[in-house]
């Protein structure tokens, strides 16, 4: 079974090649958020907040700052410290760690994301988008139909980003769907749009009764056959920011994830 292998075996060239993203405790949320975007969905997903001897003491993503920004929508969110609403929770794997236990690790923490000690005595990073790789190198006879269906939490036009947000705590999801397309919102394009467009909120009284329709969609991937799930895993680690819809379902990294821990996704001989 792949889920019993070793990390190390199955990605030996690209195991340490996303890099640690750091932050240390007494930067403000500006300045997190500001490094933040660019690796939401498409790389490591969060940043590690690092103590007075650059160790990591904690973990930063889009949760914690949609989360924030639930409770105090205002410019002054912005100014105060990461030590203050990072996760304290960092795990970490090594090379020998299998793909099960590393799963596992996630399943209990609810995010895909843990260090990895590299050789030059630093840290790497691996998260859902990572766990692609072995994905799309399995053997395997499972179709994209077989894999668990989630109900799909969706929104429509008139939605406000309170709404919004709420639905995306209180259901554990990053992402939702407009009802009746491919489109949808994570909380990555909220956050873009706080920084961007809206300068971190400097000017904005309103923030959470915004209408949904003034912030970009992205759309998922529509699949039409029902093809393999490595087939999937290959297409998505093409994909900038993952995301796909198959009939009535949605399939994230975190989907492909769940599926390695199957008997029936197999190293090939």
């Known amino acids: ?80 410290e990461v030590e203050k609403i990072m996760s304290n929770v960092v795990t970490s794997v090594s090379g020998t760690s299998t793909v099960r236990s590393t799963i596992q690790d996630w399943q209990k923490t609810g995010r895909a994301f843990s260090l990895i000690p590299n050789a030059i005595g630093g840290f790497s990073v691996i998260s859902a988008r990572k766990m692609l790789e072995v994905g799309k190198i399995t053997m395997t006879d499972m179709r994209i139909s077989e894999l668990p269906k989630k109900k799909i939490h969706s929104f429509s036009t008139g939605s406000t980003i309170n709404e919004i947000i709420n639905t995306m705590l209180k259901n554990k999801t990053r992402k939702i769907v407009l009802e009746n397309t491919n489109q949808f919102i994570s909380d990555r394009i909220i956050i873009e749009k706080i920084a961007s467009d809206l300068n971190y909120l400097k000017n904005t009284n309103n923030f959470l009764e915004m209408p949904v329709s003034g912030f970009g969609l992205e759309y998922a991937k529509v699949i039409t056959k029902d093809i393999m799930v490595n087939e999937m895993a290959s297409i998505m680690s093409g994909m900038q920011h993952p995301y796909a819809v198959f009939r009535d379902q949605v399939i994230s990294p975190w989907d492909i994830c769940l599926a390695l821990l199957s008997d029936r996704m197999q190293e090939y001989d």
């Open 1 to 80: 079974m792949i889920a019993d292998r070793m990390l190390r075996d199955l990605m030996p060239m690209s195991l340490y090649s996303i890099p640690c993203v750091s932050i240390q405790r007494q930067a403000n949320i500006e300045e997190a958020v500001g490094l933040l975007i660019p690796y939401l969905e498409s790389m490591a997903d969060s940043l590690i907040v690092t103590g007075d001897n650059n160790e990591p003491i904690g973990i930063v993503g889009g949760r914690e700052i949609i989360e924030k920004v639930l409770a105090n929508p205002s410019r002054s969110v912005f100014e105060g």
